[in-house]
Every structure is written in C-alpha cells, then in structure tokens.
C-alpha cells in the first residue's frame, strides 16, 4: 500500500499548526476580556497661574458642579468636597462598576455609593501651582444577614478626569461665558411690532 504524497502530510501539519494559533488566540482574547479594568488617575498638571487664583477657580468649578465644599484650606493648599452621593437603589451596582473597582468580593446587595472630591494646590513658583484631584469613593453593601457596612471602593479615574478638565477650561480661558446672557425666563418680552392699519378702499 502506497503511503500518502509528502505534500499531503505538510498541508495537514500546516493545517494542524494553524489551527492550534487560532484557537490560541481565541483563548488569549478571551482572557484579555475576562480582566477587570485598571485605574487610570489623572497625572497633576501645572497652571501659571498663583496658587490663590488657581484655589479660587477651582472652588468655583466645584461648586457648579453640584459638589458642597467641607473643607477649603488656602494654607495647606487643600479644597475637600462632602460626601457626593451619585447612585441608589437597584442600580447601585453596575453604576459603580463605570467609576470604581470593588475591592472586596462581597455577598448581598448594594444600596448606594458616594465619594469625596479632594483637590491639592501645590506651589512650584510664585506663579506657577501644581493641581491634583483625587477621590474617596464607598459603598454601603447589605450582607445576606442583614448586616450593612461601608466599603472602600478603587477609583477608575473618570470622575478625576472630569473635574480637572472642568478646572483646566476654566483657567484656560475655553470654558463657554453664559454669566452675561440671560436664560430665557430673564429676558424681558419684546413687545409685538405694531399693526398698520390699510386704508379701506
């Protein structure tokens, strides 16, 4: 009995080989989409600007942003936000999941979770300051057995990125002026143009 064509004996090693890559990097994806999503916090950035103008700025962003400030310190360099409660409810849960890490593998469920924004001003110069944001992100879990306790959470960074983008528009000079037009409630009404009247033929 003949045995078969060499030719035929590469094509099914090659075809082998071939295979195993595929399904190798099937695997390999399929791990890369298993992983859980890293923190990625803001890098501090530099204004030119002094540390009192950057501090004043920055509490005003804050403050249009919804947050009630707790702490505003013009001597430590420190401007600290109470606790902002941004989800309740069912969909506490996956809410957190879009800003922050569990860091903890918990049973039971999720009732509500609330950070604190806290932004430092450091003095490089006389007119140069140093702005970091950073965020103490919790959660209060309710165990099976009824027990309920805060949990730390790992910021992702988002919420980060966010505010120092608010503050660098706002002492960049791009952040859109709406302090001079009126909203459409303020503005007085324009009196209708006046009838005239076409003589009768």
């Not at 920055?58 to 942003?65: D, H, I, K, P």
């Not at 949990?151 to 000079?173: D, F, T």
Request: a positive charge.
């Amino acid at each position: 009995m003949r045995g078969k064509p060499i030719i035929y004996q590469y094509v099914k090693v090659f075809q082998s080989l071939l295979a195993a890559l595929i399904l190798g990097g099937v695997a390999l994806t399929s791990v890369g989409w298993g992983q859980l999503p890293k923190p990625s916090l803001p890098d501090p950035i530099k204004f030119i600007n002094r540390r009192e103008i950057v501090m004043r700025a920055s509490r005003a962003v804050l403050e249009q942003l919804g947050y009630r400030i707790e702490l505003d310190d013009p001597q430590a360099g420190r401007v600290v936000t109470k606790p902002y409660e941004f989800v309740s409810g069912a969909l506490t849960s996956p809410e957190v999941d879009k800003v922050a890490i569990k860091t903890d593998t918990i049973t039971g469920s999720w009732l509500r979770a609330e950070y604190v924004v806290e932004t430092t001003f450091e003095v490089v110069s006389p007119t140069e300051t140093l702005v970091t944001v950073r965020t103490l992100m919790r959660a209060l879990n309710r165990d099976t057995d009824g027990a309920e306790k805060w949990v730390q959470l790992q910021s992702l960074g988002s919420v980060e990125k966010r505010v120092l983008g608010k503050i660098s528009m706002k002492l960049l000079g791009t952040e859109p002026e709406y302090k001079d037009k009126k909203g459409f409630w303020e503005n007085k009404p324009t009196p209708p143009p006046p009838i005239k009247k076409q003589p009768v033929p």
